[in-house]
């Protein structure tokens, strides 16, 4: 998975900090999917749904991402975009 953050650069320089970001996605992503059986959270775990599911949760943990990026293969992935 890949979250992508976009903004105005801050008063340190960055838009967002790598390690903050990391951190936060630990929390409200891996955490929560980390032996955890999809169909349990969705009753349709396609790649899309599973994104959307995925962009709510940081949201609701108001982590500032602007897209994120879902592989549900080597080649094949899914791209969700924060809607504005």
């Known amino acids: 998975m890949e979250v992508e953050a976009t903004g105005p650069v801050d008063e340190r320089g960055v838009v ?7 951190a936060q ?4 992503v891996l955490a929560r999917l980390d ?3 999809l169909n349990d959270l969705l009753n349709n775990p396609t ?3 599973t994104a ?13 991402w602007t ?3 879902l592989w549900e293969t080597e080649r094949g992935s899914v791209v969700l975009r924060r809607p504005s």
Do not use: K, N, T
Request: aromatic content about 10%; hydrophobic content about 50%.
């Open 16 to 22: 967002a900090d790598f390690a903050e970001l990391d």
């Open 25 to 28: 996605v630990e929390q409200h």
């Open 35 to 37: 032996h955890s059986y």
């Open 47 to 49: 790649a899309e749904l």
């Open 52 to 64: 959307c599911m995925i962009g709510d949760w940081l949201s609701e943990a108001a982590v500032p």
């Open 67 to 69: 897209m994120l990026r």
